[in-house]
């Protein structure tokens, strides 16, 4: 067959434009597929950007915290969080005061572990117990734009000008367990009963000594105080408490404090300071028990308590430790309990006390009911805060087991290993 040189041209240009359909055909082909795997491949991200930040940092807040299923659920019919997060995310700035105590590190990690899960964003700052780290951190919080604050202060009485930079901004704002004092920017407070932690820690030491037998039998028990932070609210409730179940048996002297220090200004320590607890417990045995003859070490903290044995363990290593009490429920406290070391703690559930937080700012927020059940205790010296006050519970060897372990706020492995 004869071609001419046109004709084998075009056929070739044919063929040549046929190849570069087909390679045409081909790499659309190859395209859509890629388009499909890259689809493919960004789905599970964006699915978990859409069901808001239940992200990997969050599974380990949730380990931890175990947040209460039950409650998120109820909490995301009353308030869907899909309603704002079709609008835009809000943010909520959380300032703790200190990761020097365990307590704080668990409230900071529960309260935005829940409020991720609602879909919103949060700024999780700690201040080192420094005032004014405190205040830059809230005044930044305000200049990025949070929609409310949770606060947990370290000097309730220092952020009245930070305060009202928030007010003026319509920023919301949650006294966290620490009451903000001398303001009338706090729209709400979430707390325990803390008059009832003194309570309690005053009725373990007049059940355990059975004071009201000592009284028949005229015996006396000598003890020595280590009470909160004078910058701290919640500290002079405790101590009100604990007075009210001891002030008879320090009256009728079944109780003797050598020192002669009761009062609250004489037995408060400075930013809950373990070290200064230390101090203060050395000098007392250096002063008033030489002899290792204090019978209690009534501590509002679990902090002063780890400071109290160090102390007595220095200056008497061969003596009966004395009773030693304690408040948080810390790990180091409950493995001093099993060791005998200390003899009660008070548990917070800090949990719980996350969640009460969440319905604030739920409140708040997107104008859902808050739980309260105090609205009369805590005045703050221009209002009284509408509060909710969790319960605390006694834990001693008797019982972290079943309320620590079995209950699910720590697991063996964490408390002994
Ligand atoms: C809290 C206590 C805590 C103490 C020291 C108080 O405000 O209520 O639970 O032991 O601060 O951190």
Redesign the pocket.
Known sequence: MNFSKKAVFSHEKTAFSLKKILCYNERMKIRKILCILLILCALPALVSCAGGPASASNEEDAAWSKPDEDYLTKLSEQNPADEDAETEQKRVGVAM??KT?E??INDGMNIKAKLETLGYEVDLQYADDDIDLQVSQIESMIRNGVNCLVI?SIDSTRLTDVLAQAKAKGIAVIAY??LLMDTDAVSYYA??D?KA?GTLIGNYIVEKMDLPGATAAKKSYTIEFFM??PD?N??VF?YNGVMEALRPYLDNGALICRSGRTKFEETCILR?SEFTAEERCRKLIEEFYPQGDLDIACS????FAYGILTAWEAKLPNAKLPMITG??AEKPAIRNLANDKMDMT?Y?DTRVLASKCVTMVQALLENGEPEINDTTQYDNNVLTVPSYLCDPVVIDKDNYEEILIKGGYYTREQLFQ
Do not use: E, H, M, Y
């Not at 509002?300 to 902090?303: L, S, T, Y």
């Open positions: 005061p200190t105590s307590r704080w947990a367990d620490r707390s325990f803390n932690v909160g932070s701290d919640n500290a405790l809950w509002a903290f679990d902090g408040q948080d008070i917070k």
